[in-house]
């Protein structure tokens, strides 16, 4: 993540292609571990793309990503059977212990009424 912090701020800075240097001396500055192979991964992968659109493709990715539990009333997506099972198991464990404590409310309320 900080490798990617430190693009973004050469970018921020003006400059629109940073250098594996660029990136070690922005990390160096704050005093950060630069590790070459993750820099040089990055400076490679995003070679001759414009940031802005590197960005919004990101983002298009993240708006189709579910990123909810299961919701009432909502038919599980296809192979996360296992997941809704677990969820409607805690739901009705909870249910459970609902009921549980207010027969236990119940109960109490014979101790303290006719002193």
């Known amino acids: 993540m900080k490798v990617v912090s430190a693009y973004m701020l050469a970018v921020l800075g003006g400059n ?25 991964l990055l400076v490679s992968q995003l070679k001759g793309k414009d940031i ?4 919004a493709s990101g983002r298009e990715k993240l708006a189709s990503i579910s990123s ?12 996360s059977t296992g997941a809704a099972d677990a969820a409607s ?3 009705k464990k909870e249910e459970k212990v609902e009921d549980e404590e207010e027969e236990e409310d119940a109960d ?3 101790l303290f009424g006719d002193e």
């Open 16 to 40: 629109t292609t940073p250098s594996v240097d660029n990136l070690k001396k922005i990390l160096g500055s704050v005093g950060a571990d630069a590790d070459s192979d993750m820099i040089e």
């Open 68 to 79: 909810g539990g299961a919701v009432a009333g909502v038919a599980p997506a296809a192979g």
């Open 89 to 91: 198991a805690e739901q």
């Open 108 to 110: 109490i309320g014979g």
């Open 52 to 55: 802005d659109e590197v960005i």
